[in-house]
Structure formats: C-alpha cells, structure tokens
C-alpha cells in the first residue's frame, strides 16, 4: 500500500479536517504545549494488523494542517521487526509505539484507532474465512461492497488477511448480470457485444442463477461463471457441467455465503468465494492507545 498516494493523502486528511484535530479545544487548554509523550498502540485482542502505515502518515499530514513550532512536530514511529500489516498479533501485545509531542497525540489518537480498528477487523475476519478453505484450492473473494471513498483500503485489508481482490471498480472488468441482460436483449446478444468490444485482456464473466442460464452461458461463450445464490450441491453440479467442456474457465460463487458453510461452496469445486461481508460487515478489532508524558 502506497500511504503516501494523493488518493489515500486526502482520506486521511479528510478524517483529520473532519475531527478539527488541529483545533483541539479539550488538550489545548489542558496539556502543556512543550510535553513531549509516547503512545503505545495495543492489541486488546487477538487480530490480524492492517494500518500500521497510516500511522506516520497522519502525523505527517497533521504537521502540515497545524501552526506548531517544528521543535514540536518530531516524532518517531517503533514497531518491533516482525510487526507489520497482515501479521497475527496476540492480546495485548504492542503493535508500534509514537514519540511525539503529546498535544499531537491526543489530538491525532481518535483517527488513527478508527482507520486501524476497521482495517484490521477486515484482515482478521477474512482470516477467518481463509483458513476456514486451508487447503481446498479456492481462494476469498471481496466485493464492491464497501464505504464509499474507503474501497482501496479496505480491499489492501482484505489482502492483509490473505483474500484476493475482485475487481476494484466498474471499469476494471466485464461482469453481465441478469439486469444487463434483461436490458441489453437476452445473454446472447449481450454476451457477443461484450467479447466484440471489450479492450484487451477483459475476460468476460456471466452470473448465472439456475442450470438453464448455466447452459445459456456456456454455449454462448462466456469465459468465466459466477454462480449466485445457488446451495452448495447445486454447485457442484455446475461445476461438473462447465468442466465436462474440456476447458478450464474460472468458477466464482456467491451469495449466502458465511463462515459456517464456505468450506462447503470450496469443496464443490468452485476456485473463487466471493463474500461481500468481509467488507460491509466485519467488527471493528479492539486496539487501544496508551499514551505516557516521557520525563522532561
């Protein structure tokens, strides 16, 4: 992840506008503006780290929206070797610890916990999901299921936890679903214009809902099948169906799919599981924020 992109530059400077973390009323009328303080970044659970690198960024960008004296934006971020995004971390171990002015780290302590609470509850359910197909071959899919202006970072978290992208946006990939062909008229007509006009590279997917729109499918040459909302033995079937082609297209399978039954959907024989609640659904993790003034 590139924490310095201008994309994720203006998320986390938007989550610092939005709290006025440079207008502090509380800390500026209480901390003395000269403390210097460390703060000890927490796991209060067992989780999987995602955010670890949004954290200088926030002091970075907060330097630049606030007037202090530059003998009071020095900081250092400390995190042990073996710390870093994607890594299982135990309760209470400390994931990084900041050097800074303490003014600066109460005013910046909120954001910070907000962006990696949600990054990491990402990466630790889509563990979750992963290790639940340890060894079957399929591999978690994400979604477009995200916080508007969040999906770049939530599909990184998403890696972190050792599931695979689906397609970030609209534009980066061909989808048909059964409203693009009711109103394109029909699969066939739908399908042939998206294999003629689509840029190199494109593979083309068709969603399919039952085993006639499966065959529909297949004649007409789609190159990849999503099969959604179908019960894992319905699956299995198609499965058989589409390789009984004696080519290997990508089988992706969705819809209804929770922890307790996506092991099931991967022993059906599908390669990719996409689950939408990896992203619109997963618990913030507990991660706290000690902070200690340092002596003087």
């Known amino acids: 992840m590139d924490w310095k992109s201008s994309r994720i530059d203006a998320l986390l400077e938007q989550a610092l506008v939005e709290d006025k973390a440079a207008s502090d009323a509380t800390t500026n009328l209480t901390v003395d503006p000269a403390l210097r303080a460390s703060a000890s970044i927490i796991a209060r659970e067992e989780l999987v780290i995602c955010g670890l690198g949004a954290v200088p960024r926030f002091l970075e960008i907060f330097a630049r929206l606030d007037s202090r004296p530059p003998a009071q934006t020095r900081f250092e971020v400390i995190s042990h070797p073996e710390i870093f995004d994607g890594v299982r971390a135990r309760p209470g171990q400390v994931l990084a610890v900041i050097r800074h002015n303490a003014r600066v780290l109460l005013s910046c302590e909120r954001v910070i916990l907000n962006l990696m609470q949600h990054l990491s509850g990402i990466a630790t359910l889509t563990?979750?999901?992963?290790?639940?197909?340890?060894?079957?071959?399929?591999?978690?899919?994400?979604?477009?299921?995200?916080?508007?202006?969040?999906?770049?970072?939530?599909?990184?978290?998403?890696?972190?936890?050792?599931?695979?992208?689906?397609?970030?946006?609209?534009?980066?990939?061909?989808?048909?679903?059964?409203?693009?062909?009711?109103?394109?008229?029909?699969?066939?007509?739908?399908?042939?214009?998206?294999?003629?006009?689509?840029?190199?590279?494109?593979?083309?997917?068709v969603e399919v809902r039952s085993q006639r729109e499966l065959e529909e499918a297949i004649a007409n040459g789609a190159e990849a099948i999503l099969l959604d909302n179908m019960t894992p033995a319905l699956v299995k079937q198609c499965v058989e169906r589409i390789r009984q082609e004696a080519r290997w297209i990508p089988i992706e399978a969705s819809g209804g799919i929770v922890l307790e039954n996506i092991r099931a959907y991967a022993e059906a024989g599908a390669d990719f599981i996409s689950v939408g609640a990896l992203t619109h659904s997963a618990r913030a993790a507990d991660i706290s924020m000690t902070i200690d003034a340092e002596p003087r």
């Open 127 to 205: 563990r979750k999901y992963a290790d639940a197909i340890q060894g079957t071959g399929a591999h978690v899919l994400d979604t477009r299921k995200t916080v508007p202006g969040m999906r770049a970072l939530e599909k990184y978290a998403v890696l972190c936890g050792g599931g695979t992208n689906h397609r970030l946006d609209l534009a980066s990939g061909i989808l048909i679903k059964n409203n693009h062909i009711s109103l394109g008229g029909g699969l066939p007509a739908v399908l042939a214009r998206a294999l003629e006009q689509r840029k190199p590279g494109q593979r083309v997917e």
